[in-house]
């Protein structure tokens, strides 16, 4: 079993404000809401053959409001992300 924490991407929906390049150059990975903000397609870890399109995705936004992050569980209740650089 892999013990390694998943990647993960995020949006920050205060940074957001829907221009819409993140659904339009990756659609495997986002679509959209009725206002034209983004809706993440993936619910959990991002399998490892499209992290390619996670870069993408983070290049693509104007407001850096896509991150990547790893996920790692601490507690039961609590997560804490660790942003990759």
Do not use: N
């Not at 959990?44 to 790893?70: H, K, L, N």
């Amino acid at each position: 079993m892999d013990q390694q924490p998943g990647i993960y991407l995020e949006v920050d929906f205060e940074r957001c404000t829907g221009h819409g390049r993140c659904y339009g150059v990756t659609p495997e990975l986002f679509g959209a809401d009725e206002a034209g903000m983004p809706v993440l397609l993936i619910d959990g870890p991002i399998p490892a053959d499209m992290r390619a399109s996670c870069r993408t995705a983070v290049d693509s936004c104007p407001e850096f409001a896509i991150t990547i992050g790893r996920r790692q569980q601490r507690a039961p209740c609590e997560r804490v992300i660790t942003y990759l650089h």
